[in-house]
């Protein structure tokens, strides 16, 4: 989807604010929100993308006005609810229905580390790669509603494969659980200029990831 | 190395990022290292969640790497802890890929033009760490102390890993 998350190459939100010896968490909450999104993922209900996408999903206008740790909570939340986990009514109530479903048997803090591991994502499946090494392709213009991890700031523009990275998950499906559909990931350089314009250094280059349906031949 | 959970070393501090410098006095290290990251990170019990799929690119005389995830906040956990706010941050995501000198400046690193900025949008889920160059003038300098000298920011190519005050990280 061409959401406001997207935002490479975006003008207008000022000067990179940094905080000397910043916390891990400012406040409380947002420890428990972290603990709380990593605990429900573990139960494999959903995924990674899906989880991204739940988070593409909020509003603009809100999503550049929530703190980060806000916009894990509002994803969760959806999340939580898409799959009858939590009821809006529960969540409205703050007390869990009578007759709702409790994990069994319950996360421990031993089990946590191992319970919360996510596995890989590269599959070891066999998928001919469409693209080879200093291959000249171009990032295919498409403009999906549903979730795509090729950024705006790139698509239609030339690139050089830099290198094959394996097979993997393909996050477009995975997102809206229509299957992996593992496929050859590559590391594309595109020279800023191409990006950008004269305005770029002229040696200067911006390297993305990008699965085979992202590309085309050049 | 810090003690607990590996999955969930997430607290950034100097010494954390020892495997990144043991680099001049063990080549082979080095080599498995710049080959597959997350293996040779993994010998020091760094692994876990989003450092499944861990890259480590080189900053030399003539190349400077810097690293964004302009969709989300993706980040090496493992190794480097949870991300900052800037890190996370629209001006830092906007503006990393069409304004990376720019960006640089404000935190004090001034590129020379002959310099190549390689910026690493992280759009999938490989996890990308600089590996920074040697400061000037620590030839005398040992590994322990050099691994002290190394921050968070310098592994993510926003600062360069100087001898004297590093600043941040």
């Keep these: 989807m061409n959401g406001v998350h997207d935002m490479g190459g975006m003008h207008g939100f000022g000067p990179v604010e940094y905080e000397r010896d910043e916390p891990v968490f400012h406040e409380p909450w947002e420890g428990r929100v972290y603990a709380l999104t990593r605990a429900m993922g573990a139960w494999r209900r959903w995924n990674i993308d899906a989880s991204r996408h739940s988070r593409e999903l909020i509003p603009p206008a809100d999503y550049l006005r929530m703190s980060y740790y806000e916009k894990w909570h509002a994803g969760l939340i959806r999340l939580l609810i898409e799959h009858?986990?939590?009821?809006?009514?529960?969540?409205?109530?703050?007390?869990?229905?009578?007759?709702s479903p409790k994990a069994t048997p319950a996360l421990s803090v031993e089990q946590a580390a191992?319970?919360?591991?996510?596995?890989?994502?590269?599959?070891?499946?066999?998928?001919?790669?469409?693209?080879?090494?200093?291959?000249?392709?171009?990032?295919?213009?498409?403009?999906?509603?549903?979730?795509?991890?090729?950024?705006?700031?790139?698509?239609?523009?030339?690139?050089?494969?830099?290198?094959?990275?394996?097979?993997?998950?393909?996050?477009?499906?995975?997102?809206?659980?229509?299957g992996e559909n593992p496929q050859h990931l590559y590391s594309v350089r595109f020279a800023a200029r191409e990006l950008w314009g004269e305005q770029a250094a002229a040696r200067d280059s911006v390297y993305i990831d990008m699965w085979d349906d992202y590309l085309e031949r050049a | 190395m810090p003690e607990g959970p590996k999955a969930l070393a997430w607290a950034?501090?100097?010494?954390?990022?020892?495997?990144?410098?043991?680099?001049?006095?063990?080549?082979?290290?080095?080599?498995?290292?710049?080959?597959?990251?997350?293996?040779?990170?993994?010998?020091?019990?760094?692994?876990?969640?989003?450092?499944?799929?861990?890259?480590?690119?080189e900053n030399t005389p003539r190349i400077h790497n810097l690293v964004v995830?302009?969709?989300?906040?993706?980040?090496?956990?493992?190794?480097?802890?949870?991300?900052?706010?800037?890190?996370k941050s629209a001006p830092y995501r906007s503006r990393a890929v069409i304004d990376p000198r720019g960006v640089l400046r404000e935190f004090g690193t001034e590129l020379a033009e002959h310099v190549e900025v390689r910026v690493w949008d992280s759009t999938a889920e490989l996890r990308y760490l600089v590996l920074p160059e040697r400061p000037a003038g620590s030839e005398n300098t040992s590994e322990e102390e050099l691994a002290a000298l190394v921050t968070r920011d310098a592994m993510v190519g926003v600062r360069k890993v100087t001898i004297e005050e590093t600043g941040g990280g």
């Design chain 2, 12 to 57: 950034p501090a100097p010494g954390h990022v020892v495997p990144i410098i043991r680099l001049e006095s063990d080549p082979e290290f080095k080599k498995r290292l710049l080959a597959d990251a997350s293996a040779a990170i993994s010998e020091f019990g760094y692994s876990g969640a989003q450092g499944e799929h861990m890259l480590v690119v």
């Design chain 1, 114 to 178: 191992a319970f919360t591991a996510r596995g890989t994502f590269s599959r070891d499946v066999p998928a001919t790669p469409r693209f080879a090494a200093g291959q000249r392709v171009r990032a295919r213009n498409i403009h999906p509603t549903g979730h795509i991890r090729l950024p705006r700031y790139a698509r239609g523009k030339l690139g050089t494969v830099d290198r094959n990275h394996g097979v993997f998950v393909f996050p477009d499906t995975n997102a809206h659980f229509q």
């Design chain 2, 69 to 87: 995830c302009t969709l989300c906040s993706c980040y090496p956990w493992p190794v480097l802890g949870l991300p900052p706010v800037w890190y």
């Design chain 1, 84 to 99: 009858g986990l939590v009821t809006q009514a529960e969540l409205e109530s703050g007390k869990p229905a009578s007759d």
